[in-house]
């Protein structure tokens, strides 16, 4: 069987994310339109949320930004997992080296 929701190229698309994405067909097809890196960013942004709550509505702003014709999320600096990309210098020093602080 084929998965029907497209994944990005680190990250699986999570099943509470899929499950929104799911509910409306011209949401998922403009999820499936994306390309695999656009689709990874919105997974990283989801996944990154730290309490239930940021990433309900990080799920949902999914959404919303992908019918107002977004294809990366707004605000969101980049997936530091990449292997094939080096973080730049502001991600390294915000979301990586901040997260080493924060214990993450």
């Given at each position: 069987?084929?998965?029907?929701?497209?994944?990005?190229?680190?990250?699986?698309?999570?099943?509470?994310?899929?499950?929104?994405?799911?509910?409306?067909p011209a949401v998922l097809a403009l999820w499936a339109g994306l390309t695999p890196l656009g689709r990874n960013e919105f997974i990283c942004w989801v996944e990154d949320a730290?309490?239930?709550?940021?990433?309900?509505?990080?799920?949902g702003r999914t959404v919303e930004e992908l019918q107002e014709g977004?294809?990366?999320?707004?605000?969101?600096?980049?997936?530091?997992?990449r292997e094939d990309k080096a973080p730049g210098r502001w991600q390294r020093a915000v979301l990586v080296e901040g997260k080493r602080r924060e214990g993450g």
């Open positions: 069987m084929v998965d029907p929701i497209p994944h990005g190229t680190v990250h699986q698309t999570p099943r509470d994310l899929a499950a929104a994405l799911g509910v409306d730290k309490q239930p709550a940021t990433r309900l509505r990080r799920i977004k294809r990366r999320p707004c605000c969101w600096a980049g997936c530091i997992h």
